[in-house]
T-cell receptor, first 120, second 113 residues
Framework: DTGVSQNPRHKITKRGQNVTFRCDPISEHNRLYWYRQTLGQGPEFLTYFQNEAQLEKSRLLSDRFSAERPKGSFSTLEIQRTEQGDSAMYLC??????????????????FGSGTRLTVV | KQEVTQIPAALSVPEGENLVLNCSFTDSAIYNLQWFRQDPGKGLTSLLLIQSSQREQTSGRLNASLDKSSGRSTLYIAASQPGDSATYLCAVSGSTGGFKTIFGAGTRLFVKA
């Protein structure tokens, strides 16, 4: 297993275009998280999945954002009608949580290398 | 609402110095605390994970302590090297329902050769 993989590494897009990012978590990890990080700040939570179920979404996730994890394996994050304020590093992380556990990442996170989005 | 603060925001030290990075959090009801390293433009690399029942964890030249009751953690780096230059992030994970993992803004470390 090569860890958490994110593609693409960089994306430059024009304002108003749609973009989609992909995250492949560690195979035995049932939880997958998406974060956004802007320059000089720590990552901010966007959403997370336990298997294929999206269990929580941040208020940061406007209706232009949608995330899926259709088979409980890889996940996609789509941003529609991108705005310059969407420019950020989008990070994916995964962890393994036990059945019924509803707390945070009790075994800690493994992060991918991120996708850097620039909206021009 | 959990808030995580890291002090200092930036630090520059000569090679060989021992140094301490500080992290404080407002809600002591945490399950664990994790320290990460982030190089410019890269993802996060986990350094140390401390469960709430533990007081410290060590890995090589790194030692992290946790005082849950006072809401503090420190990351101690011994004999710093230029390769340690990076941003160090602290994150706390909640113990009760739903998602509650909150990150600090990080300490940017520069170790001069």
């Amino acid at each position: 297993d090569t860890g958490v993989s994110q593609n693409p590494r960089h994306k430059i897009t024009k304002r108003g275009q749609n973009v989609t990012f992909r995250c492949d978590p560690i195979s035995e990890h049932n939880r997958l998280y998406w974060y956004r990080q802007t320059l000089g700040q720590g990552p901010e939570f966007l959403t997370y999945f336990q298997n294929e179920a999206q269990l929580e979404k941040s208020r940061l996730l406007s209706d232009r954002f949608s995330a899926e994890r259709p088979k409980g394996s890889f996940s996609t994050l789509e941003i529609q009608r991108t705005e310059q304020g969407d420019s950020a590093m989008y990070l994916c992380a995964s962890t393994r949580a036990g059945r019924g556990w509803t707390g945070g990442a009790y075994n800690g996170y493994t992060f991918g290398s991120g996708t850097r989005l620039t909206v021009v | 609402k959990q808030e995580v603060t890291q002090i200092p925001a930036a630090l520059s030290v000569p090679e060989g110095e021992n140094l301490v990075l500080n992290c404080s959090f407002t809600d002591s009801a945490i399950y664990n605390l994790q320290w990460f390293r982030q190089d410019p433009g890269k993802g996060l690399t986990s350094l140390l994970l401390i469960q709430s029942s533990q007081r410290e964890q060590t890995s090589g030249r790194l030692n992290a302590s946790l005082d849950k009751s006072s809401g503090r953690s420190t990351l101690y780096i011994a004999a710093s090297q230029p390769g340690d230059s990076a941003t160090y992030l602290c994150a706390v994970s909640g113990s009760t329902g739903g998602f509650k993992t909150i990150f600090g803004a990080g300490t940017r470390l520069f170790v001069k050769a």
